[in-house]
């Protein structure tokens, strides 16, 4: 499944709604001297680099293949959902060096101007999270910038609630209790993008894949006596492939089989299928399959 062109026009969505309140964050944190609104902007350019990434790898996988690169580009949106995970880990240590910092050397922070930033940043991460939601489903690319918006926008939360007790308490140390305990959900919703991420890199199977299904009934096709070398991996987070060799009873059963086996294939959500058949006399080994 490739991606469809409304795609692409809601990461450029995202893309112009999040630099347009950098901008604006920019600008109302150099005209009232703040460092906090100056050092959130910058974070938030993080995020635009992040949609920016999921974008590049879209509009690359929709590239003709060539002589070089068989496949085309797809693969580059599996490499753009590892950078978004590295990108949020990343952020994770930014943070836990932070609440370090403010544990050992607390600061007065002003509760009102933190709450009302951080509600700004509610309402823009929150939209493009909403945005993303019916993107992310089966296509990782997309659930990289869906997980990076979604958790950004659980910080903007945390952060009012920080700001409001601090408001009503003084306890400039919550600030750093409650980016705590973001940076422990950030990393626990994080390690499945940044497994799946690593492992489809790698040609692993993709989790949406039951390889033992797909080999049960593959051999329970009739006229079907074997099957080896059965490959499955990632060409892009929306696309499948496989390779497998089958051992059939008789030549005349080729045709069908290879149908069946594309087929099953198919159904398993695999696009793309090459299934080379075999006599039970002529089955390769492992060292001259090819």
Known sequence: MAHD???????VLCIVLNLAFVVVEAIVGFTKNSLGLLSDAGHNLGDVF??????????MAARAANKHFTYGYKKSTILASLANAVILLVAVGAILVECVSKFRHPEAV????VSWTAAAGIVVNGLTTLLLMSKQKGDLNMRGAFVHMMMDTLVSLGVVVSGIVIIF?????????????IAVVII????????ESISLSLDGVPETIDIDEIEKKVKGIDGVAGLHHLHVWAISTTEIAATL?????????????KDDVRHIMGDAGVVHCTVECELPGEVCHEHDCR
């Open 5 to 11: 062109p409304s795609t692409r026009l809601t990461l």
């Open 50 to 59: 992040s949609l920016a990434i999921s974008l590049l790898a879209v509009g």
């Open 110 to 113: 002003s509760g009102a101007a």
């Open 169 to 181: 308490t003084g306890w400039a140390w919550v600030d750093a209790l409650v980016s705590l305990a």
């Open 188 to 195: 626990a919703s994080t390690w499945s993008l940044l497994r």
């Open 245 to 257: 060799h089958v051992v059939v009873t008789d030549a005349a059963v080729m045709s069908r089989v």
